[in-house]
Each structure stands twice: as C-alpha cells, then as structure tokens.
C-alpha cells in the first residue's frame, strides 16, 4: 500500500489560511469517507484534529476544517497562529489496512 | 484520565526479537479495536497492525507480516506487539493507538500513547 501523498511543506502568515491536501486512490480516500488528519509537533505524539474527513473533535478549534473531494482529502486552517506550526499527516483506511500520508510541514511565518 | 503507556523499547541486534507492551487505562479496553503505528527519525507515520477487540482478528503491513504479532490481554488492559527478526529499517518509534468509535475499520486515533523508541543496530 502507497502512502497518501501530501505537499512537503507549506507555508502561511499569522491570520492566513492555507490548505494541505492529500491525494489517494479509488482503493483508500476515493473509497471511504474515514479520512482523519493529525497535527504533530516535535517529540510529540500525534493529536487527532480531524476525523470522517470533516469532523472535529471535543477541544480542537474550529478553525481546522477538512474536506474531500474524489480520490483527494483536504485539511484548512484558517487564522493562523503560531501555534499551529507542526508536521500535519493525513491518514484513510484502505480496506484491510491503514495509509498515512508522508507529512506536511506547516512553517507560520 | 484516558491514557494508553507504550514500553519495552530499546536497542536489538538485527534479528533479535523484542516485545512491546502498551498499558490502558481510563476507558473499557476490551471494547475497542487497538493499532500499531511507527515512525523512524525524522520521517512520517507509517501503519504497523490491528487487532480486534477480542484478539480473534488481526492484520499486518506487508514490511512486518510473518515478524511481528499483534495480541491483546483484556484482563490485564494490554496491548502487545512482538517483533522478531528485527532489521535496521524497523528501527522506529512505535505509538500504541485506539480507535475512536471503537471497532471496525478505523474513523480515527483518538488516543495516542507517548511512544516506544526502538533501535536496531550492531
């Protein structure tokens, strides 16, 4: 099983928005709506900030969104702050396993 | 407080064997579907395998199958992953990870343990 794949990097302002996307196949994300999306910061576990490709859970801000859209998953921020500069992986089931996307690095300028 | 605790990491010879172990606590073990998940230094998250609730259904990524086995002890809130025939590519940290509905194919990790780092090397 390929790994999803996201854009390397991105990069964004404090109080812009930018997108980081995560392109599959028909056989993981065009198949199933159980797209998810972790943000990591360094040394740090994973932390779930969006699950079934737009929802968030108790705690994460609204300003993280995502969405699909074919055989590609999107995840939003909106406002940036400096928090929010970690890695971010996207992740889809695949039938009868799980697939990550290799990272993105979100820099806040 | 809902944690998950991975340990028995450390440093193996290529093919020696390991046995990690991943401690519940603060939600009903039993009722949900556990995965593994590795990362090796500085790159991304990689899916290592699942095991159903009661230990009766498991599935591997094809780089671990026939090394690695997946079990669980309901009565004890333990996750398990042994890991035989080490190689330098397996050299990772390994994340114990829950389900977030529980069972079934994965929506979500909602629970993350703080990882067990592995070292294979001579």
């Known amino acids: 099983q390929s790994a999803l794949t996201q854009p390397a990097s991105v990069s964004g302002s404090p109080g812009q928005s930018i997108t980081i996307s995560c392109t599959g196949t028909?056989?993981?994300?065009?198949?199933?709506?159980?797209v998810s999306w972790y943000q990591q910061h360094p040394g740090k576990a994973p932390k779930l900030m969006i699950y079934?490709?737009?929802k968030r859970p108790s705690g994460v801000s609204n300003r993280f969104s995502g969405s699909k859209s074919g055989n590609t998953a999107s995840l939003t921020i909106s406002g940036l702050q400096a928090e929010d500069e970690a890695d971010y992986y996207c992740?889809?089931?695949?039938?009868?396993?799980?697939?990550f996307g290799g990272g993105t690095k979100l820099t806040v300028l | 407080e809902v944690q998950l605790v991975e340990s028995g990491g450390g440093l193996v010879q290529p093919g020696g064997s390991l046995r990690l172990s991943c401690a519940a606590s603060?939600?009903?073990?039993?009722?949900?579907?556990m995965h593994w998940v590795r990362q090796a230094p500085g790159k991304g998250l990689v899916w290592v395998s699942r095991?159903?609730?009661?230990?009766?259904?498991?599935s591997y990524a094809d780089s671990v199958k026939g090394r690695f086995t997946i079990s669980r002890d309901n009565a004890k809130n333990t996750l398990y992953l042994q890991m035989n025939s080490l190689r330098a590519e397996d050299t990772a940290v390994y994340y114990c990870?829950?389900?977030?509905w529980g069972s079934g194919p994965p929506n979500a990790f909602d629970i993350w343990g703080q990882g067990t780092m592995v070292t294979v090397s001579s």
């Open positions: 079934e490709v737009s």
């Open positions: 028909s056989s993981d994300v065009g198949s199933y709506n159980l």
């Open positions: 992740c889809s089931y695949a039938g009868s396993s799980v697939v």
């Open positions: 095991i159903n609730s009661d230990g009766s259904s498991t």
């Open positions: 603060g939600f009903t073990f039993s009722s949900y579907w």
């Open positions: 990870a829950r389900v977030e």
